[in-house]
């Protein structure tokens, strides 16, 4: 008889941001208890795909970008239970445009 815990299904927690010059995505992924060889990560011009378990937790997701990016150039790097990827936009994101808030 097999005595292992089942593992919980989540949706990891994402931040998505750009930085000043909007020419640069970064992507922020919480995976707690989770160490770099339990991650799938395959990204796509418009999204990227994840894939990632513990112990009793499995993170499963797949999430549009806010504009193509250049896959071939992604840096992933997982420091305790923070995914970081950061990926630079196939060009400059300019189509953005700031709205005020009243």
Do not use: Q, W
Not at 19 to 42: G, Q
Not at 58 to 68: K, N, Q, R, S, V
Not at 77 to 102: H, Q, S, W
């Amino acid at each position: 008889m097999n005595n292992s815990v089942p593992r919980i299904l989540k949706i990891p927690i994402l931040a998505m941001y750009y930085d000043d010059k909007r020419e640069n995505l970064t992507l922020e992924v919480e995976l707690p208890d989770v160490r770099s060889e339990n991650i799938t990560l395959v990204m796509h011009e418009n999204s990227f795909y994840l894939k990632a378990f513990s112990k009793t937790v499995e993170y499963l997701g797949a999430f549009f970008l806010d504009g193509p990016v250049d896959p071939e150039k992604a840096i992933a790097v997982n420091n305790k239970g923070m995914l970081t990827i950061r990926v630079p936009y196939k060009e400059r994101f300019t189509c953005a445009r700031d709205i005020p808030i009243e």
